[in-house]
């Protein structure tokens, strides 16, 4: 069955001619229904799919797939050990392309980054500036972010300032990047321009996470502020 006619029969065709073992189309049976489960977040399946054509397969395709749909697999089941593990075998492997190499890296860096290893995610992040499509803008805001939790503020701020002037067109990443520039003021001391930069925020963008996320933020500021000229009656 091709994937695109019925995806739910060819699993289960693929899941049948699996059961039955070894056959002359164990191997592409392996492939498409791990990749099908992957499509329908059906995690564990696929990694039940992918560990077995990593192991039988003969095409070096197959084998860097299974690799691959490893990766990615563990990495949404939030399992990062085994995800960093399958980063290292696809970074091995000498069929990988730039691209997967890089993707693998970035997947690297977040995991990094989430397990408070920040200065070995900014390493990284750093390296992947200049990857195109969104791995570039990611790694640079990747970067920022690990600078920041670093509490290099005045180096953070410089960083900022070039990830929005080099990556304006893609949307997300720069209205991250100004998010991130408001909590970089706080942390330099300078509300004044934190608020700023909020309310400026709020004026370009009909996004409604960025509208969430920057009210927060200025109602974090605001209240404290609000409080102490109730309290002080002035």
Same mark, same amino acid.
């Given at each position: 069955f091709p994937v695109t006619i019925d995806r739910d029969k060819c699993l289960e065709a693929c899941n049948e001619v699996v059961s039955l073992g070894s056959s002359a189309y164990l191997e592409d049976c392996l492939a498409m229904a791990g990749e099908i489960s @992957?499509? =329908?977040k059906d @995690?564990? *399946?696929? =990694?039940?799919h992918y560990r077995d054509l990593e192991q039988i397969a003969a095409s070096k395709t197959n084998v860097?797939?299974? *690799?691959?749909?490893l990766l990615e697999s563990h990495y949404n089941r939030k399992e990062n050990t085994d995800a960093l593990q399958y980063v290292e075998r696809v970074l091995a492997n000498p069929d990988v392309t730039p691209?997967?190499? +890089?993707?693998a890296k970035l997947i690297k860096a977040r995991i990094l980054m989430n397990d408070n290893r920040l200065a070995e995610a900014k390493i990284i992040f750093q390296e992947l500036i200049h990857a195109p499509g969104e791995t570039g803008?990611?790694?640079? @805001?990747?970067m920022s972010k690990c600078m920041y939790k670093l509490n290099e503020c005045k180096e953070t701020e410089k960083q900022l300032f070039d990830c929005i002037s080099q990556f304006s067109g893609w949307e997300d990443w720069k209205f991250r990047s100004f998010l991130l520039l408001a909590d970089v003021y706080v942390c330099l001391d300078d509300e004044f321009q934190a608020?700023?930069?909020i309310d400026a925020i709020l004026e370009n963008t009909t996004a409604d996470w960025v =509208?969430? +996320?920057a009210t927060a933020k200025k109602n974090a500021l605001v209240k404290p502020n609000l409080q102490c000229v109730i309290m002080t009656g002035k």
């Amino acid at each position: 069955f091709p994937v695109t006619i019925d995806r739910d029969k060819c699993l289960e065709a693929c899941n049948e001619v699996v059961s039955l073992g070894s056959s002359a189309y164990l191997e592409d049976c392996l492939a498409m229904a791990g990749e099908i489960s @992957y499509e =329908i977040k059906d @995690y564990s *399946q696929a =990694i039940t799919h992918y560990r077995d054509l990593e192991q039988i397969a003969a095409s070096k395709t197959n084998v860097l797939k299974a *690799q691959l749909g490893l990766l990615e697999s563990h990495y949404n089941r939030k399992e990062n050990t085994d995800a960093l593990q399958y980063v290292e075998r696809v970074l091995a492997n000498p069929d990988v392309t730039p691209e997967m190499a +890089e993707h693998a890296k970035l997947i690297k860096a977040r995991i990094l980054m989430n397990d408070n290893r920040l200065a070995e995610a900014k390493i990284i992040f750093q390296e992947l500036i200049h990857a195109p499509g969104e791995t570039g803008p990611e790694a640079c @805001y990747g970067m920022s972010k690990c600078m920041y939790k670093l509490n290099e503020c005045k180096e953070t701020e410089k960083q900022l300032f070039d990830c929005i002037s080099q990556f304006s067109g893609w949307e997300d990443w720069k209205f991250r990047s100004f998010l991130l520039l408001a909590d970089v003021y706080v942390c330099l001391d300078d509300e004044f321009q934190a608020l700023a930069t909020i309310d400026a925020i709020l004026e370009n963008t009909t996004a409604d996470w960025v =509208i969430t +996320e920057a009210t927060a933020k200025k109602n974090a500021l605001v209240k404290p502020n609000l409080q102490c000229v109730i309290m002080t009656g002035k």
